[in-house]
């Protein structure tokens, strides 16, 4: 596989045109809690049983402490879920994205140094500013 510097800002520019796609994301993990109501008379008190009806739980980090958000409702579940993936849709992404820059470092001509992103790279990612600091 032999990439070129100008492959490699084509799949950059790929990438910066998928950040555009992402839709509302949001860190955090989803669990779920076997639940157990607490009556020692209920199956649910006996060793391995499997409980009641699992509750779900978005844990997160918050300057160092863990958040736990519960889900009234089995579709903000699904909501949560959707945001969520997405997050993960832009890690990856983020990751892409540095993974192919450094591949475009390596090669850059020291000539080259200033030259960074291209003009089209540019005008899309100013677009996408003005685009998200409109809404
Ligand atoms: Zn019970």
């Not at 009556?39 to 844990?59: E, I, M, V």
């Amino acid at each position: 596989m032999s990439d070129t510097l100008e492959a490699l800002e084509s799949q950059r520019s790929q990438f910066l045109e998928e950040f555009l796609g992402l839709g509302d994301l949001r860190p955090g993990s989803i669990t779920a809690v076997v639940r157990r109501c607490g009556k020692p008379s209920c199956h649910c008190a006996k060793p391995n049983d499997p409980g009641h009806d699992p509750q779900f739980r978005l844990t997160r980090r918050v300057g160092g402490k863990t958040v736990t958000e519960s889900f009234p409702s089995p579709a903000t579940l699904r909501k949560a879920q959707q945001e969520v993936t997405e997050f993960h849709r832009f890690q990856k992404l983020s990751e892409d994205l540095v993974s192919v820059n450094e591949k475009i470092c390596a090669l850059r001509p020291v000539e080259r140094q200033h030259g960074g992103w291209t003009d089209q790279e540019k005008k899309r990612l100013l677009q996408s500013i003005r685009k998200s600091r409109g809404k």
